[in-house]
């Protein structure tokens, strides 16, 4: 399968400072890439959806201004946690859209399919 | 929109045996339905997926099961190995309709030696 990386892995850092996460579709193009948040023993909740060229489109509830999603390449997102604090501590990951038209049940079918990141531990002090 | 459930929530099993994992959607336009099994502190990884033109897909231990009538699909897995404890995720999705998946809650296997 294709391959998405993220950095850093980890990172730790103090309370109002911003850290910045990034997400790169290796061996394809992604016009869209996605980022989720995941606590402890939870499913992936989804904060955004990241287009190349064009504002995130965020999920209710997640700040648009805390979390600054840019996706300047096809092959680049990158997530900002401004001014964090001790409660954005969490489990940040990422995910990259591998779209081929086509069509869907026929001959010549097309895939749309998403590959994660290794995730971003983030842990504010 | 769509609301995607999933049970059980844990399954522990012993090695050897099968293990199903059951997940509902609530809307009828979702057509692709991915598997993702996450291994702790890792990232979720395909292991198996569906389209709504077909029933049932097997690579090699694992199958899926599609039933879009009751708009439910499973997940199977056969001769559980130790190495096949981890957390797996159902989803849903429509083709070329922006790729968001839903995913289902999650249910946590443990494989028993």
């Known amino acids: 399968g294709a391959v998405v990386s993220q950095h850093p892995s980890w990172v730790i850092c103090k309370s109002g400072t911003s850290v910045k996460i990034e997400c790169r579709s290796l061996?394809?193009?992604?016009?869209?890439m996605f980022w989720y948040r995941q606590f402890p023993k939870q499913s992936l909740m989804l904060m955004a959806t990241s287009n190349e060229g064009s504002k995130a489109t965020y999920e209710q509830g997640v700040e648009k201004d805390k979390f600054l999603i840019n996706h300047a390449s096809l092959t680049l997102s990158t997530l900002t946690v401004t001014s964090a604090h001790p409660e954005d501590s969490s489990f940040y990951i990422c995910?990259?859209?591998?779209?081929?038209?086509?069509?869907?049940?026929?001959?010549?079918?097309?895939?749309?399919?998403?590959?994660f990141g290794p995730g971003t531990r983030l842990t504010v002090l | 929109g769509e609301n995607v459930e999933q049970h059980p929530s844990t399954l522990s099993v012993q090695e050897g045996d099968s293990a199903v994992i059951k997940c509902t959607y609530s809307?009828?336009?979702?057509?692709?339905f991915p598997w993702y099994k996450q291994e702790l502190g890792k990232r979720p990884q395909l292991i198996i997926d569906i389209r709504s033109n077909v029933g049932e897909k097997k690579d090699q231990r694992i199958a899926v099961t599609l039933n879009k009538t009751a708009k439910h699909f499973s997940l199977h897995i056969t001769e559980t190995q130790p190495e096949d404890s981890a957390v797996y995720f159902c989803a849903a999705t429509r083709y070329n309709q922006g790729g968001k998946l839903i995913f289902g809650q999650g249910t946590e296997l443990s494989v028993k030696p």
């Open positions: 995910s990259a859209r591998d779209f081929v038209a086509g069509g869907w049940l026929g001959q010549r079918m097309g895939t749309d399919t998403q590959y």
């Open positions: 809307d009828s336009a979702s057509n692709y």
């Open positions: 061996d394809f193009q992604a016009t869209t």
